[in-house]
């Protein structure tokens, strides 16, 4: 059974489980054949609609691989076609936003990790007329924005478990690596460990440079015989802070944020201590399946209050139970 920490707001949703814009577009899947009703084909019969899902995410990043795939699941259901761009840079990330805008998209699910700079484009789309969900990022700057809904886990909350966990696990210094500077939701992380364990230092790396944040890892470890735990704040990064634990000849474990196949492999033979599960693949779902629940029938999800998609603790005690999903790429 798969530990929560927060009670997460259900989600009123019928799930049936079943890319720049223009540039790096996909389609929600070919449309089936189908009577008026949609019965059987698993298609919704409603009219065609185009939503853009806009992100944050770096190149390499595979975390957003699993939150695409479940909005394309969602949008393939509600006969959408996906639209999806990313991009790290905040003013870029909002640029992006405007040219869903120009485009007349039917909806917008988006992350808010560099709000400042997005938000002023997501009440341009508001003020449109375009529902906007927002996801992964941007728990405490998302309400008055006009947006219908937000789909993620609270980071600070999630930062504090963790802290909890750590102490539990016996651990005396964490090094908190953020990978992505300025993005508030790594940073709210870090703060939570630090809330309830005490003894962490940030190292900021880059992480779409993985040589150069094993390097850094490894000099910092090999200077700090204190640090006993390293904590990731995605799985990349984890596994690399494996590869420089090893390189520095420090015994310093790794715990993680997030999961993939990967790190699903590295949890079960104890190379990663834990991850913290936050669901991505749920995110992309419900922020695009809300998007046309509201379109075509004036519903919202969360009653006005986030939609939280975790954390939840995978160690060895529960990984094969999420193994398998792991494995096809949705968890």
Known sequence: MVRWHR??????????????????????????EQGSSGSGSGVADTPRM???LITHSGPGDTFWDIVRRGAEAAAKKDNIELQYSSDPDGAAQANLVQ???DAKVDGIALTLNKPDAVIPNLKKAVAAGIPVTVLNGGLDSWKGTGAIGYFG???????????EKLKELGAKKVICVIHEQGNVSLEARCQGIKDKFGAVENVNVTGSDQPGTEATLTAKLQQDKTADYVVALNAGVALTAVKAAKTAGSAAKVGSFDMSKEMAKAVQDGTVQFAVDQQPYLQGYLAVDAIWLNKTNGDTIGGGEATLTGPAFIDKTNIEAVAKYAAAGTR
């Open 7 to 32: 009670k997460a707001v259900a989600a009123s949703a019928a799930v049936v489980l079943v890319t720049a814009l223009a540039a790096c577009s996909s389609s929600g899947g070919k449309q089936e």
């Open 50 to 52: 185009k939503v853009a």
């Open 153 to 163: 886990q609270d980071e600070r909350i999630a930062g504090q478990a963790t802290g």
């Open 99 to 101: 040219t869903a805008i």
